[in-house]
């Protein structure tokens, strides 16, 4: 790879960072999702910023447990916890039993966060499985491309010192809180910001006795609390039995969910569009990922005004990692060339992607023949750099003669139609007064 492509690279990748910066202050607005609207006892809805909205539904893992206190249903800060959310109140009717709130976005947003309030932790502090139960809460993000994350925070200490966390999925788009079997007399609180564009988030709430006591020993008493704090925190994680008893009722609530901004996902997320100088000039772009990609178009000009379509290359469809792609180009190596990059998705939608040049004195210092495109369909094209007459020849598979010219020194592209040709390979052979050289190349 030549210092040329090297340079170009860098400075691609300058500019789409410096186009991305400067988009910002165009699109970037930020917005909250807040559940005001909500309708108590509703297990489906709406929440909306703007101009973008949001489905909600509320699934229960059986119908056996129940709702309580007229939830799901809308709350102010300092009602069943801080800030304004949606409460989720159960009567459980045993520590298997969840809930999933599955918001869909109906346009993709961006770095959504939002808060879970009053997630329990004290439940070790009282004796026996039967009243006092920690939380679980696990939040997933589906992504609409490209990379993203999910990270968790709340105080410092109070994350490291009564929660679990843990993160899975492509990405660590799935983050997992549950709580530690301390003391604390506090409900706590944790915030969750994923990084990235997503079209859904699901919400998974759990309470039962997901930490435990040995096998056989005993619990401390809610008296010996705060004596035993420490001991409390160590005990093992071995859970109760689901048989032990009615985990009592408990809520969580869901803050407002904020977004840095919301659009329509573009189908291909681009990284870099340049060009190779080889032996044979070489296009090259890079998606971090693609949705619907059906496939890429590839222009040319010799003004950087006037494009005609040269190559179609097939994109992936639907990929959430890097893909690289190269095609060879035959404009004329003695001028500046144009070239234009667009994206085409399966209906039909064209997004135009970059643009760049290609200086006249993109060849090898010894190149003296260009033979292209390969492989072939109707015609072939000959470009040719020597200052002398060159014999042409093209030999087919069998081993015939069926094209010969000759190639003047004043006439720098020599086209060849080639429709009646057969499909196969051929030996394209150029001799000068100095050199001879083969060209292997393939009727499609």
């Avoid at 105080?155 to 549950?178: E, P, R």
């Avoid at 689901?242 to 681009?270: L, R, W």
């Avoid at 109707?378 to 003669?401: D, F």
Wanted: charged share 15%; net charge negative; with cysteine.
């Amino acid at each position: 790879m030549s210092n040329n492509f090297a340079e170009n690279f860098m400075l691609m990748k300058t500019k789409l960072i410096l186009l991305n910066f400067l988009f910002v202050p165009i699109f970037l607005s930020f917005g909250q999702f807040s559940w005001n609207s909500w309708i108590a006892g509703s297990t489906s809805g709406t929440i909306s910023t703007g101009s973008c909205t949001a489905n909600v539904a509320i699934t229960q893992s059986d119908n056996t447990q129940t709702f309580a206190d007229g939830s799901p249903k809308y709350n102010p800060n300092g009602t069943w916890g801080n800030g304004n959310g949606l409460s989720i109140h159960h009567d459980w009717t045993g520590v298997d039993k969840s809930t999933t709130v599955t918001i869909n976005f109906n346009t993709a947003v961006n770095n959504p966060c939002f808060q879970i309030d009053d997630i329990n932790t004290q439940r070790l502090c009282y004796v026996g499985c039967s009243s006092n139960w920690s939380d679980e809460v696990i939040v997933t993000g589906t992504r609409t491309f490209g990379t993203g994350t999910i990270t968790v925070s709340s105080d410092a200490a109070i994350l490291s010192d009564n929660f679990n966390v843990s993160y899975s999925g492509a990405g660590n788009t799935t983050a997992t809180v549950s709580a530690k079997p301390n003391c604390d007399p506090f409900n706590r609180f944790v915030q969750f910001c994923l990084s990235g564009t997503f079209t859904q988030i699901r919400i998974t709430y759990k309470s039962g006795p997901w930490f435990s006591r040995p096998t056989g020993s005993s619990f401390i008493g809610s008296a010996n609390c705060n004596a035993n704090s420490t001991l409390c925190r160590n005990e093992s994680t071995v859970n109760c039995s689901i048989t032990d008893a009615d985990p009592d009722k408990q809520y969580i609530k869901i803050g407002s969910i904020s977004s840095t901004n919301c659009f329509t996902a573009m189908p291909v997320e681009f990284a870099y569009f340049n060009y190779q100088c080889t032996d044979q000039t070489q296009l090259v772009w890079e998606t971090n990922s693609e949705r619907n990609n059906d496939y890429f178009m590839v222009y040319e000009s010799s003004d950087g005004v006037n494009f005609e379509p040269i190559r179609q290359i097939d994109g992936v469809g639907n990929s959430l990692t890097p893909t690289q792609y190269q095609t060879p180009v035959f404009g004329s190596r003695l001028q500046t060339m144009y070239y234009k990059l667009e994206q085409v998705d399966f209906d039909g939608t064209t997004t135009e992607l970059a643009t760049l040049s290609i200086p006249a004195n993109c060849q090898s210092s010894d190149e003296l023949y260009v033979v292209g495109p390969n492989p072939f369909k109707n015609e072939l094209t000959i470009e040719h750099h020597n200052q002398e007459h060159s014999q042409l020849s093209i030999i087919n598979a069998e081993g015939k003669l069926i094209y010969e010219s000759t190639l003047e020194e004043t006439k720098n592209q020599h086209f060849i139609p080639t429709d009646s040709w057969s499909k196969g390979v051929y030996v394209v052979r150029i001799q000068s007064k100095t050199k001879i050289e083969n060209f292997r190349i393939i009727k499609d």
